[in-house]
């Protein structure tokens, strides 16, 4: 089941490593009990000794994992997220969290294409145990390292790196048979082999890279022009236009991931619905066209029923100058009474039509209207902010919603941050208001760069912007927006030929379970007040 070390063999650092990693093998809760069962099993041991409380009245098996945690707290990148995860699990006692943590942290070492030179131990030496002088070399210990390093660049080679090189079908082969070399090899010549290999595709991959940015480039630049192009031949269909500005915005980059998935689904839903809405319009100038005909058609009814009753009255008049007697004279005028009032009610019915047929016009004509109308509205629907180019409202809201029932089912911190420009109004009276949106924009830009391609900023309200931050604790949040702060003092902002520091006052808010958004804004909101408050240029968090 796992290994057992000899006598010579063990160190508590050895033994910690190979305890965490059964306990995350066989999906052990890491709870201290099971935590110390295990480390004596492995050891060798009488439990006794390893469960005597510590100072402070902690146990062995907790400091070990509470300085397991703190290591990796410690760590770059994202294994410092699962550090997070883990102390605070620690702190709270929940072994059951800590558990999945463990789980979630095993899984992402196993898989990842390489592990960072400065990701923290496994164990940190402090926590497992006191250092033992002048410790035997582990010949079992290295060839577990080796085994496990051979499966990593196996993994990174056939999984991470072969999928990459998918549309490079020469290199992606090579790739996979290096990572079936190193897996098979046995001896240091067939490594010394296989490193030479690794080189030369290293060699080739970077050199394929520069093309493949270069061919990137250049299919970006076309598809901008033409969507340039297209843009200035559409001025009258705003709708189309909105589009087509969106997407612009999206390949002027950087690009992102996410915001990709996300407009995309907002454009899937917006050309749904802007279809039936065309449908719509196309099924109103139909009917305009068929009411048109129908009118048309009675327009000429009448005229022949005009000229037929011409040609009456002419031919009454020719049989008028031959009447011998008043009784063909009474028959001649009966006939002409009778034929007068035909044409009156074939004229009659004719107006009727024309009458009804202008009312349904004018109804269709300004049920277009509306209609293309809302087809605008649609377009706005997946719009940014046409300033600054971050969220709009509408946008912010979808995206809140997404994030807060997330954050729900996986029970995972969410963090608003509502930051306010100071002096904003000063700016734009002495600059003047081009200067002011040159401003939020500079503004948006420094903090796309400097937050994480998960957070969001949506613009609120005039000078005001909201932050969406997923699985983020409010300290993290509050460190974020600080770092914001330092990057506006690092990149000037000109505006008439003047360098102006740019500051901004902002509240910190974590979301609590099940919190509105309204809710949420407004605690951020009067946090963001307490800074303005309190001398400006300042993060609060909320209580």
Known sequence: MFKKFTSSQKTPADIAKETIRQLAAQRIAPTPEAYSKLYNEIAGTDADSSTAPAAGGASVAENLLAGFADSMLRSKGELSTFGNRLVRAAQAGNWEDYQKTLDRLTEHLTTAPAISASAAPLVPAAASAPVVAAAPV??????????????????TLTLALCALLRPLPDLANESESLGMAVRNAASEPELNDIGNRLKQLCFQIELQSGDVAE?????????????????????????????????????????????LQEATRSLK???????????????????????????????DAMAKSTGQYQNKMDGYAAQITQVRNPAELQHLIGDIVQETRTVHNETLRSRDVIVAAQKQVTEAEAKIKDLEQKLEQMSEMVREDQLTGSLNRRGMDDLFE????????????????????????????????????????????????????????????????VIIMPDTSPEEAAQAMTRVQRELTTHFFTAN??????????????????????SLIQRADQAMYEAKRTGKNKVVLAA
């Open 269 to 299: 839903d917006v050309i749904y619905k802007q279809g039936t809405l065309k449908s719509s319009i196309e099924e109103s100038r139909t009917s305009v066209k068929n009411m048109m005909k129908a009118f048309l058609d009675r327009l």
């Open 402 to 465: 997404r994030e807060a029932d997330r954050a729900d089912r996986r029970r995972t911190p969410l963090c608003v941050a509502l930051l306010d420009l100071d002096n904003f109004k000063r700016l734009n009276d002495t600059h003047g208001h081009a200067a002011g949106d040159e401003a939020l924009i500079h503004l948006v830009r420094i903090v796309k760069q400097t937050l994480r391609s998960i957070d969001a900023v949506a613009r609120y309200g005039g000078e005001e912007f």
């Open 138 to 155: 582990n010949v079992a210990a290295d060839d577990n390292r080796q085994r496990l390093l051979k499966d990593l660049l196996y993994r």
């Open 497 to 518: 030929d003047q360098r102006l520091f740019i500051t901004f006052s902002c509240g910190v808010a974590l979301r609590k379970p099940h919190e509105t958004q309204e």
């Open 215 to 259: 061919q990137q480039e250049l299919l970006l630049r076309l598809f901008d022009l033409l969507l340039s192009n297209i843009h200035d031949l559409l001025e009258s269909d705003s709708w189309i236009r909105g589009q087509i500005e969106v997407v612009k915005a999206l390949i002027a980059g950087p690009l992102d991931h996410r915001a």
